[in-house]
Nanobody
Framework: QVQLVESGGGLVQPGGSLRLSCAAS????????MGWYRQAPGEERELVAT???????NSLDSVKGRFTISRDTVKNTVYLQMNSLKPEDTAVYYC?????????WGKGTLVTVSS
């Protein structure tokens, strides 16, 4: 059974940084690509950054150079380092496989970027 638990969100001023964590159980990183998704109020959920089973990373153009996805295969944890945060980054952030396990979405972690 897949379980995904996100943490690390909070309120941060524009230009600040946060590091999100996702503890994943029932997922094998050497098989599954993983990603961070986000959903802003009134918007569709979007895929922000991915890390493949081989460790290749990719991200949305709007976050390139600011967000970095990584993983720890020993701890079975995926991270999202977010720097130079902007108000438009405000959203609930989720992790999941890519493509996602549709019945295994976690509660997410809220990131609010505001002065």
């Amino acid at each position: 059974q897949v379980q995904l638990v996100e943490s690390g969100g909070g309120l941060v001023q524009p230009g600040g940084s946060l590091r999100l964590s996702c503890a994943a159980s029932g997922v094998i990183f050497s098989i599954h690509a993983m990603g961070w998704y986000r959903q802003a109020p009134g918007e569709e959920r979007e895929l922000v950054a991915t890390i493949t089973s081989g460790g290749r990373t990719n991200s949305l153009d709007s976050v390139k150079g600011r967000f970095t996805i990584s993983r720890d295969t020993v701890k079975n944890t995926v991270y999202l380092q977010m720097n130079s945060l902007k108000p438009e980054d405000t959203a609930v952030y989720y992790c999941n496989a890519v493509p996602p396990f549709v019945r295994s979405w976690g509660k997410g972690t809220l990131v609010t970027v505001s002065s």
